[in-house]
Structures are given as C-alpha cells and as structure tokens.
C-alpha cells in the first residue's frame, strides 16, 4: 500500500502528526466517566495540536498530598525537571499540555514552565510549588508559554469538564478514552479510586511515553501515597511495552483527594490498594491496547525462571523482538524467533528443559519442535487478536507476565511521519 506524505495530507508539520491513524481495534464500546467531586477539570484548545483540546488544567477545592513517579530516562523532559526540583508533595493544581513534549529545551523550557505556572499561581493565590505540570509531544521544539496563559485567564469563566474530557485533551497518537473508575467501601463510606491516562508510542518499562493520573477519594498520607503507587507499578505500568522506546515524559502521579476522612487500619489499606492496582492494570492494559497501529496484542507469561530479574529480561526480549512482532502481525507462529530472543538476553538457561507454548499448544519441548502439534489449530489460534506466547525454564518459581503488540505497517507510517 503506498501512503502519501503526512505534510501533503494535514498542510501542517508536526501539530498534524497527531491524527493519522486508524482507531485501534481493542477500542472499548464503552467508556466510564464521572464528573469529579473536590476538583474541577479545565480544558482548552489552546493551539498546540491544529484541532481539538490540548490543554487540560485540573485546580482542587484545597491543597492535598501527591505521590509521582517519572521516566527514568537520562534525558528527562523540562516538565519533569521542573516538578523534581519544586514540588514537595502537595498538590492545589494540575496542568497539562499535548502536542509539545517541552523536552530537550533546555534552560528557556524551563523558563516557559515557570512563566505559566506562575501565572496560574496568581490566579489561585497559591506557592507555584503546589502546581504541577507534565507535557506530551514532539520532543525538541519550544513550548509558547503565552499560549497557556491566555487560557489560565479564562480559567473561572469556563465550564466544569468529566474526566472523558480530561484524557480526551491530553491525546497524542491516541484513538480511544483511557478511563477506570472503581468503588469500594470502608466503614460505611463509600470511596472512588479511577484516574486517565494518555500513551500510544515509545511505551516501554520505566513507564513510556505515558500520562496517568489517579486519584483516590481518601485522605492519605504523602508517605502511604507513595507506598501505594511503589507496590503496584511493576506489574502494571511498568510491565507493557510497544516498541522498547522509553520517553522523555513519562508521569504517573496518585492524589489524595480527601474527600473522607478515616482512620484507615491495614485491612483498609490493603483495601485501597488492591482496587488501585485494579484501576492502574486497566489504564495500563488500555494504553498497550491502543499502541501505534496495533491489530494484535502480545501476552508473554515466562514462567519456573530462578530469578525475578531472569523471568523479567526474557519475558521484555520476547514482547520487544521486531522479528517476534512481525510474526505475530503476519500470523506466522515462528517459535524460533521466541527461541532467538530467549538467547539473546544471554541469561543462563538449559535449553533441553525449555516449553514454549502458543495459548495451549505446545510448538517446542525438550530442545526441539513438538513434531505431533496440530498445525490446522495453530494457523487457527493466530488470526485472533490477542496471542499469548507461554515459555517455561523449568528452572525456579518465578514468573512474569508482560504485554506487547505487533509490528505492522501503519506503525510505520505513524512514526515515519512523525515530524513531516
């Protein structure tokens, strides 16, 4: 299929980037949405993106505590600089721009987030420490602080939003509402925990190019916060990838939105925090369902591996192989290029006790391919959309379960047109 050049289609450069592709297939035909209670959600099409919202500002009735976490990339986006170096763990303001990544921008992107935030500071009578701020985009162009702050003045003329348009203004390569919200009861209080999130491309571990915000009706300490948001990261953002690329920008943060006030035990907490790992697996799982031309996702389980950290480098080298990805694209089960990249990590295996399945059926055992395999059931299991690769060391008790997706042409279409 030949495509014709992005610049030529939009007539604009990177701003049109931002609607090229096709809805993803895993699409949910319903999306949960709630008009918040003890903040107020803002949107804008501030003129970042050519069309749509694409500034999104969240002010909360009072100051409450926070718990983030950030890329761990070496070459961290203005904003996440900007939040490490003021803010302390209290929150009154959220803002967010889409269409500008402000990374690799050096001191004046910095200098753009304090002109803004300031502005917005004024406007709330608050410490410009209790704002903060995370961006999504292209990385390297300059962010016009101006275009934020025309819209900060707007700010009480304009209409309360729901949380569908807060993830909606916050969009890049996204197709679908990235929404979760749960209820739970503790003491006869009922507790909402839910958040949104935005991530398409350059999603990997460490999390990716991923925004998701949440919150939990509950007033929590700053130090339970980031207890919560520790013990619930690995399994769910930080176990997707599409494409092995981590950004710039990655942001995750969790708000105490202190709406009831209890003395919460350890049952309680266990409470909270087992809805909230439900709520980030379901932003999380969205974001891997929505990757850049995605037609299939990729569930890698390794299991009886003799370390955490072997089962998690296997498991990562599978879900991230471009061989392994076209394969699944061209539903073609080639067990060897699972193999390939078994090796590739150079972890200590014994070859001879290795399985390798495709959902329930076996394509290699004992060092070599299972001759007696129905090949009539496997050409069948790999049209459907989800395939699950299982390889088992028999080496240990540790397993890990990561998501991936194929590899196909429209994400190279996406990508190739990044800046055109």
Known sequence: ???????????????????????????????????PKGFKIFTFH???????????????????????KYSLTSMPSAPIIWDKKNNKGKCKALIVNSGNANAH???????????????????LSCSK????????????????????????????????????????????????VKTSIHNIKILNKNIKIYGFAKGSGMISPNMGTMLAYIFIDC??????????????????????????DTSTSDTIMLFSNPLNKIKLNNQHQKKISKTLNLVMK???????????????LIKVNVKKAKSESQAKNIAFSIANSPLVKTAIAGEDA??????????????????????IKFGNLILAKK???????????????????????EVNLHLGIFSKVVYGNDLNNEYIKINADYRS
């Not at 495509?3 to 999306?31: E, T």
């Not at 700053?222 to 953002?237: C, D, G, H, P």
């Open 367 to 389: 060092g070599e391919r299972n001759s007696n395999v129905n090949l009539s059931k496997v050409n069948s299991y790999m049209k459907k959309n989800l395939i699950e690769i």
């Open 46 to 68: 501030a003129g970042f993106k050519k069309k749509k919202d694409d500034l999104l500002i969240i002010v909360f009735d009072k100051t409450i505590n926070v718990s983030c």
């Open 129 to 176: 420490k209790e704002i903060l701020v995370s961006s999504t985009g292209v990385i390297g162009e300059q962010l016009n602080p101006n275009l934020i702050c025309k819209q900060i003045s707007k700010l009480f003329f304009s209409k309360n939003n729901t949380l569908i348009d807060a993830a909606r203004s916050i969009w890049t390569t996204d197709t679908f």
């Open 1 to 35: 299929m030949k495509f014709k050049n992005a610049r030529k289609d939009l007539g604009l450069k990177s701003k049109g980037r931002f609607y090229l592709k096709s809805k993803s297939p895993f699409a949910p035909k319903q999306y949960k949405d709630l008009y």
């Open 282 to 296: 379901e932003l999380s799982y969205k974001i891997i369902s929505d990757g850049e031309g995605v037609k299939k």
């Open 334 to 355: 080639n067990w060897g290029r699972v193999v390939m990249a078994i090796g590739k990590t150079r972890e200590k295996i014994f070859q001879d006790k290795i399985t």
């Open 105 to 123: 921008t050096g001191s004046l992107g910095l200098k753009n987030i304090d002109k803004y935030v300031k502005r917005l500071a004024e406007h």
């Open 219 to 244: 007033e929590i300490s700053r130090r339970e916060l980031k207890k919560l948001l520790a013990n619930n990261i690995q399994e769910t953002f930080n176990s997707i990838s599409v494409d092995s």
